[in-house]
């Protein structure tokens, strides 16, 4: 039923409850999990310009280690990871990646707990990705 499933991740410690979801449904039906992280341009078009390229290199060094414990845990586990980050819109992205990507299920956490998601948009990803997503969501509460 799910071949290729997709498991966004801001790196927090809390989305390490939607990772186990993920990894135990990749078990079950012998899946490859895609992690993906989006670095939101929007937290560093909105800064000054001084500040811009110090910014960016911080989301994007944040994306790094995200992904790389996303990655060493889920192979850890003896199932395949594709990891990507991308810089965009988040929920956008997410959904557009997932299409392109075929997968068969979005694996994710009620809400993100790291920069703007936590400050501004406490759940906003998640609810956006749930309407727009072309694919089941599997919302997982994080708290």
Not at 4 to 29: K, N, R
Not at 40 to 46: E, F, N, Q, V, W
């Amino acid at each position: 039923m799910y071949d290729d499933i997709l498991l966004p991740t801001d790196g927090s410690s809390a989305m390490a409850t939607a990772l186990e979801h993920a990894v135990a449904i990749a078990t079950d039906q012998d899946a490859r999990i895609h992690v993906i992280y989006v670095v939101d341009k929007r937290l560093y078009t909105a800064a000054s310009e001084d500040s811009t390229d110090e910014i960016r290199q911080s989301l994007e060094e944040e994306a790094e280690i995200a992904l790389d414990d996303a990655r060493v845990h889920i192979e850890d586990e003896g199932i395949e990871c594709l990891t990507h980050s991308e810089e965009g819109i988040p929920y956008t992205t997410i959904t557009d990646y997932a299409d392109e990507q075929e997968v068969d299920l979005v694996v994710m956490g009620t809400h993100g707990e790291t920069g703007r998601e936590r400050m501004v948009n406490l759940g906003s990803t998640t609810e956006r990705v749930l309407k727009n997503a072309s694919m089941p969501v599997l919302v997982v509460d994080l708290e």
